[in-house]
């Protein structure tokens, strides 16, 4: 269809609702897994680190290191990760405004960062919600790098669901076009052939037969609001 795209996946979900939810294969073995899809598939690909330690190994077989929402303020981390060499994703924590995105991107580019992107994945709104303001994606692109929007994490309902989060993925495609609308530059998507089989972030996938149609919906918003 023309889309570039990033494979992302985890070695390890380190932030899970319950200790009984499944975290992945680890460190060293996920990242060989991911390496491996690099390789052969000729993609960029994107990990979460969640330690200084993790950032050198991470480092070596992809090529944009993610620093999680709930990190985002945890400058070491944050610094380790710009020094590394490697693109960053910093994705907004659920508890900030964008504009308090400016202060960890500063983090980032005082450790010599100049190859950043920007991720709003929606603002904790009372109990087990979040809400997506499109406010957002303009004041985050005021600070200079590219802006992405999470459509699957926006719809999520943390700790929804007891010992898992829940979701409403009926309505991620529409909040995509939105972003796309609004100016985003990308649009970040959790897919799976079976959602309901998923190890993780079932509820808020979209299933993988949907996304061609998704895909052209947002190639034609894209154009429309560009020309």
């Known amino acids: 269809m023309g889309v570039p795209y990033v494979f992302k996946a985890s070695y390890d979900k380190a932030n899970r609702t319950s200790s009984k939810s499944f975290r992945g294969p680890g ?4 990242l060989a897994v991911l390496a491996r899809v690099r390789d052969r598939l000729g993609v960029p690909v994107l990990t979460d680190v969640h330690t200084e330690a993790e950032v050198a190994a991470a480092a070596g077989a992809v090529d944009i290191l993610q620093i999680p929402a709930f990190l985002c303020r945890q400058t070491d981390l944050v610094q380790a990760a710009a020094r590394s060499g490697c693109i960053v994703n910093l994705k907004k924590g659920q508890f900030l405004s964008p504009a308090e995105m400016g202060q960890v991107v500063a983090k980032a580019r005082e450790a010599g960062a100049r190859r950043l992107l920007l991720t709003e994945r929606g603002t904790t709104f009372g109990y087990n919600n979040l809400v997506a303001d499109m406010r957002a994606i303009p004041i985050l692109r005021q600070c200079g790098f590219p802006t992405v929007f999470d ?8 700790g929804g669901g007891g010992e898992h989060s ?3 993925r009926q309505f991620a495609p529409t909040l995509a076009c939105a972003a796309v609308a609004a100016g985003a530059d990308g649009v970040f998507i959790e897919t799976h ?9 079932g509820p808020n996938m979209v299933p993988l037969r949907e996304m061609p149609a998704l ?9 429309a609001v560009r020309q």
């Open 27 to 30: 460190l060293s073995e996920g």
């Open 166 to 168: 829940s979701g409403q």
């Open 193 to 201: 052939p079976d959602p309901a089989g998923a190890l993780s972030d």
């Open 151 to 158: 459509a699957t994490h926006s719809v999520q309902l943390p």
């Open 215 to 223: 895909l052209a919906r947002l190639q034609r918003v894209w154009k």
